[in-house]
């Protein structure tokens, strides 16, 4: 679990984030727990509020990082 106060500066740096490097890093977040064998998988959903998530995910799946 992430202490609080670094959690709040992830979640300041990740909003000064823009297109493929937005998407990425909250991708990379959500899975972390997974990748690190923390759990045994994760679910990520995107919506359009916010920066929109759904429509980056439409416009960068296919592209490799």
């Known amino acids: 679990m992430l202490d609080k ?3 709040v500066k992830f979640f300041e740096a990740l909003n000064r984030l823009e297109g ?4 990425l890093s909250v991708i990379a977040f959500r899975a972390a727990p997974t ?3 923390k759990k ?3 679910l990520i959903s995107f919506n ?3 920066k929109d998530t ?3 995910w439409k416009q960068y799946k296919k ?3």
């Open 20 to 23: 493929k490097e937005y998407i």
């Open 5 to 7: 106060g670094l959690k």
């Open 48 to 50: 359009n509020r916010g």
């Open 40 to 42: 045994p998988s994760s």
């Open 54 to 56: 759904l429509n980056l």
């Open 63 to 65: 592209r490799s990082p």
């Open 35 to 37: 990748l690190k064998d």
